[in-house]
């Protein structure tokens, strides 16, 4: 794909500016502003000593026909920016305990909280759905919002406005031929995010995967149906969290597309299961049915139809399935066999059968957390294909006769 790269820099009062007039706009996906008033402190500090700041990296992106300039890397930057400018910052625990529901909840871990390292580093941290839009009205500053008491004074003294047209702030700016279609566009910055964001802190796991389809919307419901939320994972602190569906999406479209088979499964390491997942998610968005770990790609169809993931919605009211898990063991049973029926083999399940599917899913799973080291170790690859292969064998059983 033709593109051009651009480098500069501008003082922080255009960029500020910049923000204001929505010159340069946040994906969909990015949603939250992360640093806490010593990391905005000292970015200020980095400032006043000339230091280097790595640049932001803004994406020109056609959209419905019109250019867009997104910002791909440097939010928490630029919003500090602009905390600057009005010399105050986001209290993020008073703005949860005011507003308990904007607290992003992440994906679970389905790691055993037995067995982590003694130096494991719980990387979790409290964050809200905000960023910097939220203080932007009519392209000014919305200072009634900012009357809130959760935004609170940064420094003791204000900078002064010279300040501002003094200090430089550098660019990447990436533009696209005019010409460019969709499909190459989209590959594009989806390669770029990947380059960015991978292994970064800017961004959650599940906001980091989302970096990989921001171009194909229509996605999302597929990846992360929003129904989802109220099914979690209630274990240690550090496990517990929303249903991670991506992984039931990604490990069945291997085992379907690769005779019954996994051929590569991080297990307990965190990032390479995180890897795995995105390496299905770009398997999707690039529709590669040659993809290197085989990944079954002929669903979801394109363009998208979002019938069978509502059919999930019906059917986990339907058969009764629980909302609540206290161990990755019943989750997994619960869901590998409901996802393969419905998502891959486009079945349609007997909701009268659900007591019967019900005693057989929870024999297994006590069956399961019987086995020596199996409910201690129950990512582990050995453990995990007979789940599959269990839930998936209890779901067959369920399955409509004209289905």
């Given at each position: 794909?033709?593109?051009?790269?651009?480098?500069?820099?501008?003082?922080?009062?255009?960029?500020?500016?910049?923000?204001?007039?929505?010159?340069?706009?946040?994906?969909?996906?990015?949603?939250?502003?992360?640093?806490?008033?010593?990391?905005?402190?000292?970015?200020?500090?980095?400032?006043?000593?000339?230091?280097?700041?790595p640049p932001v990296i803004i994406g020109a992106v056609r959209?419905?026909?019109?250019?867009?300039?997104?910002?791909?890397?440097?939010?928490?930057?630029?919003?500090?920016?602009?905390?600057?400018?009005?010399?105050?910052?986001?209290?993020?625990?008073?703005?949860?305990?005011?507003?308990?529901?904007?607290?992003?909840?992440?994906?679970?871990?389905?790691?055993?909280?037995?067995?982590?390292?003694?130096?494991?580093?719980?990387?979790?941290?409290?964050?809200?759905?905000?960023?910097?839009?939220?203080?932007?009205?009519?392209?000014?500053?919305?200072?009634?919002?900012?009357?809130?008491?959760?935004?609170?004074?940064?420094?003791?003294?204000?900078?002064?406005?010279?300040?501002?047209?003094?200090?430089?702030?550098?660019?990447?700016?990436?533009?696209?031929?005019?010409?460019?279609?969709?499909?190459?566009?989209?590959?594009?910055?989806?390669?770029?995010?990947?380059?960015?964001?991978?292994?970064?802190?800017?961004?959650?796991?599940?906001?980091?995967?989302?970096?990989?389809?921001?171009?194909?919307?229509?996605?999302?419901?597929?990846?992360?149906?929003?129904?989802?939320?109220?099914?979690?994972?209630?274990?240690?602190?550090?496990?517990?969290?929303?249903?991670?569906?991506?992984?039931?999406?990604?490990?069945?479209?291997?085992?379907?597309?690769?005779?019954?088979?996994?051929?590569?499964?991080?297990?307990?390491?965190?990032?390479?299961?995180?890897?795995?997942?995105?390496?299905?998610?770009?398997?999707?968005?690039?529709?590669?049915?040659?993809?290197?770990?085989?990944?079954?790609?002929?669903?979801?169809t394109i363009p998208y139809n979002s019938d069978r993931i509502?059919?999930?919605?019906?059917?986990?009211?339907?058969?009764?399935?629980?909302?609540?898990?206290?161990?990755?063991?019943?989750?997994?049973?619960?869901?590998?066999?409901?996802?393969?029926?419905?998502?891959?083999?486009?079945?349609?399940?007997?909701?009268?059968?659900?007591?019967?599917?019900?005693?057989?899913?929870?024999?297994?799973?006590?069956?399961?957390?019987?086995?020596?080291?199996?409910?201690?170790?129950?990512?582990?690859?050995?453990?995990?294909?007979p789940r599959i292969a269990d839930s998936l064998n209890i779901?067959?059983?369920?399955?409509?006769?004209?289905?």
């Amino acid at each position: 794909m033709d593109k051009r790269v651009y480098y500069g820099e501008y003082s922080l009062r255009h960029w500020i500016d910049l923000i204001l007039k929505e010159n340069v706009v946040l994906p969909w996906y990015q949603r939250s502003f992360v640093w806490d008033k010593a990391q905005v402190e000292n970015l200020i500090k980095t400032l006043d000593n000339n230091q280097f700041i790595p640049p932001v990296i803004i994406g020109a992106v056609r959209k419905d026909g019109e250019w867009k300039n997104y910002i791909l890397d440097g939010q928490q930057r630029l919003t500090s920016l602009l905390f600057a400018s009005i010399n105050k910052y986001i209290d993020t625990r008073e703005y949860i305990y005011q507003k308990p529901d904007t607290e992003i909840q992440q994906i679970a871990d389905d790691v055993s909280g037995a067995d982590q390292e003694d130096d494991f580093v719980d990387e979790r941290i409290k964050m809200i759905n905000w960023n910097f839009g939220e203080i932007i009205k009519n392209k000014k500053l919305n200072t009634k919002e900012l009357e809130s008491s959760f935004y609170k004074q940064l420094l003791d003294k204000a900078k002064e406005e010279r300040w501002f047209n003094e200090h430089f702030l550098g660019f990447a700016y990436i533009k696209p031929s005019n010409d460019v279609n969709d499909e190459d566009q989209s590959k594009f910055y989806s390669d770029i995010f990947r380059n960015i964001n991978i292994g970064g802190t800017k961004l959650t796991r599940l906001e980091n995967r989302k970096s990989l389809y921001f171009l194909k919307e229509n996605l999302k419901n597929f990846f992360v149906p929003e129904f989802l939320n109220a099914i979690r994972l209630e274990t240690s602190s550090r496990e517990s969290g929303l249903i991670d569906f991506i992984k039931y999406l990604s490990i069945l479209s291997q085992y379907k597309g690769n005779n019954f088979t996994l051929l590569k499964y991080g297990g307990r390491d965190w990032e390479k299961n995180e890897n795995y997942y995105q390496k299905y998610i770009m398997a999707v968005v690039d529709a590669n049915k040659e993809n290197e770990l085989k990944f079954d790609v002929s669903y979801p169809t394109i363009p998208y139809n979002s019938d069978r993931i509502d059919r999930v919605k019906t059917s986990l009211t339907s058969l009764e399935v629980p909302k609540s898990f206290t161990s990755i063991i019943d989750m997994d049973m619960y869901f590998f066999g409901l996802v393969n029926e419905i998502v891959f083999l486009n079945h349609q399940l007997d909701s009268t059968k659900k007591d019967a599917l019900h005693k057989e899913l929870n024999a297994k799973i006590e069956a399961f957390k019987l086995a020596e080291n199996h409910k201690d170790n129950p990512n582990a690859l050995k453990y995990l294909k007979p789940r599959i292969a269990d839930s998936l064998n209890i779901y067959k059983k369920a399955r409509l006769k004209n289905g």
